[in-house]
């Protein structure tokens, strides 16, 4: 690949020379708030929800961002066509900045932004055509009134402790569980079940859940369809006993999910319901977005 040009602090940087303090609190803390974006054919997907929840994300944190909300999503499509990234992947990350070796925030001089547009590496079709194999993992989804899991924060290491457990009992994605042992997400990805007579259902952002871009873009779809969307509290019993199941993410889009602890869902084959939501989503990805 091409070395990128990073956006850094308004100016391009090649990516052999764009870095940042190692006195960044960003990496010191996980002090900061990011997104991950894609393009596609030249749009930017859902751009103004993407900035409209970083801006969200960096209030909770009291972490006031330099520049405009308009000026961001032009420096995203900036850097769009500075990279040629018609199809692509986009991340775009605000640091508290450079501070020094205490937490305190007060101590930061000013947050450092940056913003990466690379090509994509996609999930294989393989994962779409045949689903995914879910484990619940024994680490819990961070409390609202600790880190709320609907900032998108730097510090993904609750997310990351759930990956890894995901990993070692052999699947790729974990379904998450609160504190309440209410099913909640995966560890980059939200989760839906698809029941009989038209019925979609997925855990509310305030059960513990980020609110998914996708997520939003699916539910829309799936109502669009004709099913009933209901938000709701769900429990392990009921992704277990659920016609249909998938994920929705940036990365993964809408994936279908075939297995779940052990238990098969759609006797282990991805459901025809999924599939054309799936075809849907793919369908309608180009009008919803930002054009490069
Ligand atoms: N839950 C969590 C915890 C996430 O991190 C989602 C749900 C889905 O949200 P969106 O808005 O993307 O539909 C996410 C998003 C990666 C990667 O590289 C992960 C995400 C986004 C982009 C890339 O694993 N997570």
Request: glycine share 8%.
């Given at each position: 690949?091409?070395?990128l040009?990073?956006?850094?602090d308004?100016?391009?940087?090649p990516?052999e020379?764009?870095?940042v303090?190692i006195f960044?609190h ?13 393009a ?8 103004k ?6 801006y ?14 308009e000026?961001?999503?032009e ?6 066509r500075?990279?040629?990234v018609k ?8 640091t ?34 045949k ?8 680490t819990?989804?961070?409390?609202n ?14 997310n990351?402790m759930?990956?890894?457990?995901a ?10 569980l609160?504190?309440?042992?209410y099913?909640?997400?995966c560890?980059g990805?939200?989760?839906?079940i698809?029941?009989?007579d038209?019925?979609?259902r ?15 873009t699916?539910?829309?779809?799936a ?7 209901i938000e709701e509290p769900?429990?392990?019993?009921d ?19 075939i297995?779940?602890?052990g238990?098969?869902i ?15 989503f793919r ?9 490069i």
């Amino acid at each position: 690949m091409d070395s990128l040009s990073i956006w850094l602090d308004g100016e391009f940087v090649p990516e052999e020379e764009a870095a940042v303090s190692i006195f960044d609190h960003g990496l010191l803390y996980g002090d900061g708030v990011f997104e991950g974006i894609r393009a596609y054919e030249g749009t930017v997907f859902k751009l103004k929800e993407h900035i409209k929840r970083l801006y969200r994300s960096a209030k909770i944190l009291k972490l006031e961002i330099p520049i405009s909300p308009e000026e961001m999503k032009e420096a995203v499509l900036e850097s769009c066509r500075e990279n040629g990234v018609k199809n692509g992947y986009i991340r775009l990350v605000v640091t508290r900045g450079r501070g020094d070796l205490g937490l305190d925030p007060a101590k930061c001089d000013k947050p450092t932004i940056f913003i990466i547009a690379a090509d994509i590496e996609l999930y294989p079709e393989e994962a779409y055509e045949k689903g995914l194999k879910l484990v619940t993992v024994p680490t819990r989804r961070n409390l609202n009134e600790a880190i709320n899991p609907r900032v998108k924060s730097l510090n993904y290491l609750n997310n990351i402790m759930a990956k890894m457990e995901a990993r070692e009992a052999g699947a790729k994605e974990g379904i998450m569980l609160n504190q309440q042992g209410y099913v909640v997400e995966c560890t980059g990805d939200n989760i839906f079940i698809i029941e009989d007579d038209k019925v979609v259902r997925t855990p509310p952002p305030y059960m513990g859940a980020l609110e998914g871009i996708t997520r939003a873009t699916l539910m829309e779809l799936a109502e669009a369809r004709g099913y009933e969307v209901i938000e709701e509290p769900l429990n392990r019993y009921d992704l277990y006993v659920a016609n249909e199941c998938f994920l929705t993410g940036t990365a993964a889009e809408a994936l279908p999910v075939i297995e779940i602890d052990g238990r098969k869902i759609n006797g282990g084959v991805p459901g025809p319901e999924t599939k054309q939501l799936i075809s849907d989503f793919r369908d309608s990805v180009v009008e919803q977005g930002a054009k490069i």
